[in-house]
């Protein structure tokens, strides 16, 4: 019969797996919480803070927006003269 082979390599892999499992449990690799984690005070966000970043956050898509429009244009001229020069 075959296949003796197969279950030889079946049985190795499982033993392999659980000595991997016993050294990660020495190591308590998986343990742990995080109740003594302190987190920091951060300031609170008043109404003045969150208007300014909205504000800057509008004014830096705006520039985007140009860039890309620009860039946009730029790349399709320059394909329509290409066009027209091979034509």
């Keep these: 019969m075959g296949g003796e082979g197969h279950m030889a390599a079946a049985i190795n892999s499982l033993k392999n797996n659980r000595s991997l499992l016993k050294k990660r449990k ?4 998986l343990s742990g919480n995080y109740s003594d984690v302190k987190l920091r005070d951060f300031p609170e966000a008043t109404p003045e803070n969150l208007k300014a970043i909205r504000t800057r956050i509008r004014k830096e898509e705006r520039q985007a927006r140009k860039r890309y429009l620009i860039a946009f244009f730029i790349i399709s001229f320059a394909l329509i003269l290409l066009l027209y020069l091979i034509t």
């Design 26 to 29: 020495d190591k308590k690799a």
